[in-house]
């Protein structure tokens, strides 16, 4: 592993300088290529206008006429935070327009991810007019086709990329569809829905239709939430859509099960940040889908009184307190075979393991070893034994399209698979682990580049410390930080006063620089730290008895 520190043009930092923004902010955000104070101003008029999204329009015209017509809507949701929060701008979006709309989420546990033809067959039981997928679809190639063959139109809402074949629906909006050239293809499947509500919104508008025009700014905070949980590219769109939705939650606007949610984990929404949209009320939500049903998670957003919302957000608080001692348990199993292991890409299985938990695994695993992981757990499709299989990557490593290397060399070895550049699911047949295993280190091994094996930490540098104060670690937690916009890491060298463990897995440090003595803590690790070391580091807000101090949190050390 090497420290390493962000370039950045001088000319940009002063640029922002000169613009008003906070110096250090200003040496920050032009680390990350930002060249103006005009690229922070997030304002709604600011996003990414609908008709730039390919068929945006078509679908409002679809679900125009459904809703003019009284048809039965029937949404099917993923189980996943995106997919929750997709779900719930679709429900609270349609029947404020008027439309009958219902929804359905697959049990992961039996019918796994996306339109599948036995989950049309259990939506045709609701007698739908059309279905509309929200974050899934896109390769649901045979659903669609069932829906088809009984009747039922489709309307796909995605963002997962595409395989050879598109699914013959009615319509698909996706970003990352062929011929579509809107500029932000980071938009996470809660984007893709709000962006066709919008549409809608605007066609009926056209048609006269409002006695009066439901506020759609209204469901920015579940935009918000099902953005930065998805871990999707914080690219200037989805930040301006995080930004829109933090607005609501500080100013207590927020939707009750946002709130709830925040609030059963000892958050206050007036303080939200994007780190709370993505630690806290994320996993809460993610929990239902892990370990229970996501309907649990649908319901708390899609609630209207607070005290039902609140219910449920303690619901989901109890189901990721037991996902959390499940996660233990899976990790300290895999660590104990990681001792065995080669430096490849690596997959993991266990018999005993919870598939609802083994992305988890993966991510924890990836950020041990460095290298691409896969962990399976059993499972069982019409009434067969198969392993599903959730991974995760590193830079220089597109996780989906290795999958797609594998499949093409290997026909029939992967029954499905979909995903992203960093994360992807994928089923097989339980006898086909060890072949499959072998197959996909040989093909990281060689897709894998020699430069993306190191480890590097990047850094924003040194902080100074007349920077190092309470005022400026909350200025820093309510910026918009996430995926492809990394919060502020800084470096340093240390003089480690004192160390002692704390909660059994953190590490509580009295570090000292320049002569200044700083309360630190080492999370999730208990390695003791030398003497003198170089740290890199977060700033952080850290409260106890109703005090507020900084504490420097130590993520890598040289």
Known sequence: MRIVARTYAESDRYALVEAGVHPLLARIYAARRIRSSAELKYEAAGLLPPELLKNASEAACLLADAIQS??????????????????????????????????????????????????????????????????????????????????????????????PELPAAACIVNPNQPGCGFPSKALAGVGVMFY?????????????????????????????LGTVADVVSLDANNRNLVSQGLRRLRTGRGQPGVTALLRAAGRSPAGATSFDLGFVAGPRLNAAGRLADMSVGIECLIADDEARAMNLAQELDRLNTERRAIETSMLQQALEYLKGVKETGLTFFDAGWHQGVVGILAARLKDRVHRPVICFAPAEEAGRPVLRGSGRSIPGLHLRDCLDLVAKRAPGLIVRFGGHAMAAGLTIREPDYDRFNLLFETTVEELLPAGARLRTVETDGALEGAHC??????????????????????????????????????????????????????????????????????????????????????EHFE
């Open 70 to 163: 009284g048809k039965r809507l029937l949404i099917v949701a993923d189980y996943d935070a995106d997919g929750a929060t997709a779900c719930a701008v679709g429900i609270r979006a349609l029947r404020a327009f008027g439309a009958h709309a219902e929804y359905l989420v697959p049990d992961r546990f039996k019918l796994g991810y996306g339109l599948s033809p036995e989950l049309v067959e259990l939506a045709a039981q609701r007698r739908p007019d059309l279905l509309i997928t929200v974050d899934n679809g896109i390769a649901s190639v045979e659903g669609v086709a069932r829906a088809r063959q009984l009747g039922i139109a489709t309307l796909i809402t995605d963002h997962h990329l595409p395989g």
């Open 469 to 554: 104060t309470l005022e400026v670690a909350r200025m820093l937690e309510g910026e918009i930080w996430g995926q492809g916009f990394p919060q502020p890491l800084f470096c340093d060298n240390f003089g480690v006063e004192s160390q002692r463990v704390v909660g059994e897995r953190h590490l509580k440090l009295r570090l000292v620089k320049d002569g200044r003595r700083f309360e630190a803590m080492r999370f999730g690790a208990l390695e003791p730290l030398p003497e003198k070391v170089r740290a890199a580091y977060r700033l952080a807000v850290s409260e106890f008895n109703g005090l507020r101090t900084i504490q420097l949190n130590v």
């Open 196 to 224: 066709v509500v919008l549409a809608t919104r605007a066609e009926l508008r056209r048609r006269k239709y409002f006695e009066k025009e439901p506020n759609l700014g209204a469901l920015t905070d579940l935009v918000a």
